[in-house]
């Protein structure tokens, strides 16, 4: 069983940074893909990035390509950090692992997803 819980959610004014830490129990997590999706409030939960189980590819959404970073260490945790935060970044931060042991990058879907964490909210004002 995996647990996630995530950190580092704040209020920042747009141009600041922030950066997300997704931490997991349970030692298959290191095997797992993990991506990062977000909810604004009236819409669906939507893809960021994702990162494959090895760290070394990476997956964006156009919105966040080139300000955001994901990234993971070998201590069952997975980051995102975000540069260049806008107004419109403003939303519930989930991260996601899928249940596919070496898989490769993803999820990118919030369906692919078997474990989630409880959300970190960030707040960018203009």
């Known amino acids: 069983q995996v647990q996630l819980v995530e950190s580092g959610g704040g209020s920042v004014q747009a141009g600041g940074s922030l950066r997300l830490s997704c931490a997991a129990s349970?030692?298959?997590?290191?095997?797992?893909?993990v991506a990062w999706f977000r909810q604004a409030p009236g819409k669906e939960r939507e893809f960021v990035a994702a990162i494959n189980w090895r760290g070394d590819s990476t997956d964006y959404a156009a919105s966040v390509k080139g300000r955001f970073t994901i990234s993971r260490d070998n201590a069952n945790t997975v980051y995102l950090q975000m540069n260049s935060l806008k107004p419109e970044d403003t939303a519930v931060y989930y991260c996601?692992?899928?249940?596919?042991?070496?898989?490769?990058?993803?999820?990118?879907?919030?369906?692919?997803?078997?474990?989630w964490g409880q959300g970190t909210q960030v707040t960018v004002s203009s």
């Open positions: 996601g692992a899928e249940r596919k042991t070496w898989g490769p990058i993803g999820p990118s879907d919030s369906h692919e997803v078997d474990y």
């Open positions: 349970g030692r298959a997590f290191s095997l797992y893909p």
